[in-house]
């Protein structure tokens, strides 16, 4: 499944777009699927907001045989920059790369300074939608985002994943909500829904029939980055 997509996984979204919690959720089952013997890393690029950093799962991941980078230093205190070792899985063929990218615009800039290094035939940017934001709860305000975060990171969005989620409250015809919205989406862009998200232990009513119903790949996921109260 995972292991299909193109060797470099870059993740972005708006911000409450649950980005983020699919990207940990995603570099974990990769790691499951290649096994001890391929080396699989995540950057936290996310620079911009300080909240929900994949960072912070870098002792659980590391357990779990995945490397973790972020910009961070000792580990704690928090740095508006990315450290130099961030680049070397875009150069280093024999690794598998996840890159957690920041909310915006804003936040993709940061891939400037890899530039050079890009090759957009090895890279998917995923681009998650939680259609229950104010930013894309329709097919216009989707595009905009799409485009703004295609700007900040100079390449297209190869996929888009559905995770629309009304967090705890969250029920399968949530999940139909947004299908409807991004399907109309990837009509006007050409640009295919790949995956479409759920946390398994929220959404009780999910059936064989919804899944059907559902475009790209069905993908139940495990809450890591929210605590159990929020």
Not at 93 to 103: A, R
Not at 140 to 161: N, S
């Amino acid at each position: 499944m995972f292991k299909d997509d193109k060797r470099v996984r870059m993740f972005c979204g708006h911000y409450g777009s649950g980005k983020t919690e699919f990207a940990v959720n995603y570099v974990t089952k990769l790691k499951e699927e290649v096994g001890p013997d391929r080396k699989v890393v995540i950057s936290d690029m996310d620079i911009v907001n300080p909240y929900f950093r994949s960072r912070e799962k870098k002792e659980e991941l590391e357990e779990k045989g995945i490397v973790v980078y972020g910009s961070s230093y000792n580990n704690d205190a928090d740095i508006p920059a990315v450290p130099a070792e961030m680049m070397g899985p875009f150069v280093n063929k024999n690794c598998e790369y996840i890159v957690d990218l920041g909310g915006n615009d804003v936040g993709t800039i940061v891939l400037g300074r890899y530039k050079e290094h890009l090759d957009p035939e090895e890279i998917d940017i995923f681009m998650v939608i939680n259609t229950y934001r104010p930013d894309t709860y329709d097919p216009d305000l989707c595009i905009e985002q799409m485009r703004e975060l295609e700007a900040g990171i100079g390449l297209k969005i190869t996929g888009f994943v559905n995770n629309t989620n009304l967090v705890r409250e969250t029920k399968a015809e949530d999940l139909l909500r947004g299908e409807e919205i991004i399907s109309e989406v990837s009509r006007r862009t050409g640009v295919p829904i790949r995956y479409t998200a759920y946390v398994e232990e929220v959404v009780k009513d999910m059936t064989p029939e919804i899944k059907a119903k559902l475009s790209g790949t069905v993908v139940p996921l495990t809450y890591y980055m929210r605590a159990s109260w929020m």
